[in-house]
């Protein structure tokens, strides 16, 4: 067997960069508070954890105090900060850059809409971490939409302006921006720039990684796809991998591999999420490689 990892998968910068002002924190503290799972992998955060790292969420959060509490990649709304300030916690803000820029055309957008009697759409997952920080910025009026469905929360009378979770799907975001268009005209009868300002703040660190996943799952016989469940950006780019190569397969660890799904003369590709650390996709290799034996001796 061949088996290979992507170069192209792993960590995004923003979730490098939180794990890393973690390590550092912890180097001199030996525990830290971290607002919410750092990574949306449990191999990590258990990684981090025996490390010192400590996952709370925000109702523990209001009963903390003189403490030092990490915010993830993921960002957060007003009210966090807010909290901190009246609780004298330091916070150690490891919010994506990217992120940051978003809450911020956010909350410039959202202050144009309520002056035009606007609404801000956001594509995203209600509940998801980044979506939070987003519907922050926008004192919860923001209206979260993922299938057509939920458009049914919009009023098409009204202007509407349209941004995107970083880690959802280009694909996904144009055929949303179109339907949103069509239900425009359909209630005005006309569509215009007053009407509909669609902005993709999809980050390209993950909307690049579909066709080169696109390719890499062509190249190999067999994809194992390494991923935390709770990703959603995983999930959104094994179904990527799954429409190129029908032997995918999506695994949270090595012992979720089945060895049935290879053959000695395969090509094994490992690739995996922006929360998928390098680390687990060389212990997943590893453990592939070991199978070869067995393999050998089976089909001789």
């Not at 921006?177 to 009868?189: A, L, V």
């Not at 212990?283 to 089909?299: D, F, G, P, R």
Request: net charge negative; proline share 3%; hydrophobic share 35%.
């Amino acid at each position: 067997m061949n088996v290979t990892i992507d170069k192209n998968s792993g960590y995004c910068f923003g979730v490098e960069f939180a794990i890393k002002m973690a390590e550092d924190e912890m180097q001199e503290s030996h525990q830290l508070f971290c607002l919410g799972d750092i990574v949306h992998n449990d191999m990590e955060v258990k990684r981090l954890s025996e490390k010192g790292l400590v996952v709370i969420d925000r109702e523990k959060l209001q009963e903390l105090s003189n403490c030092k509490v990490l915010i993830r990649a993921h960002g957060e709304p007003p009210e966090t900060y807010k909290t901190a300030i009246e609780n004298n916690i330091e916070l150690i803000d490891a919010s994506c850059p990217v992120v940051l820029k978003l809450q911020h055309r956010v909350k410039t957008a959202f202050d144009k809409m309520e002056r035009e009697n606007g609404q801000i759409v956001i594509y995203g997952k209600k509940g998801h971490a980044e979506v939070i920080g987003l519907t922050g910025q926008t004192l919860e009026k923001a209206i979260v939409v993922m299938e057509e469905k939920d458009l049914d929360k919009i009023d098409f009378n009204k202007p509407v302006t349209l941004f995107s979770q970083t880690t959802k799907s280009t694909k996904g975001f144009y055929e949303l921006k179109e339907r949103i268009e069509n239900r425009i005209r359909e209630t005005k009868g006309t569509l215009n720039e007053v009407d509909f300002n669609a902005n993709d703040s999809i980050c390209r660190q993950v909307s690049n990684r579909e066709p080169q996943l696109l390719n890499f799952s062509k190249e190999n016989d067999v994809i194992i796809f390494v991923s935390g469940k709770k990703s959603s950006n995983g999930k959104a780019l094994y179904q990527v991998c799954k429409s190129q190569n029908e032997k995918s397969y999506f695994v949270e660890n090595e012992s979720e591999i089945d060895p049935s799904w290879f053959r000695p003369e395969d090509k094994i590709g490992i690739c995996g999420a922006t929360s998928t650390p390098m680390w687990l996709m060389e212990q997943i290799k590893s453990h592939i490689t070991s199978l070869e034996h067995n393999l050998a001796l089976e089909n001789n």
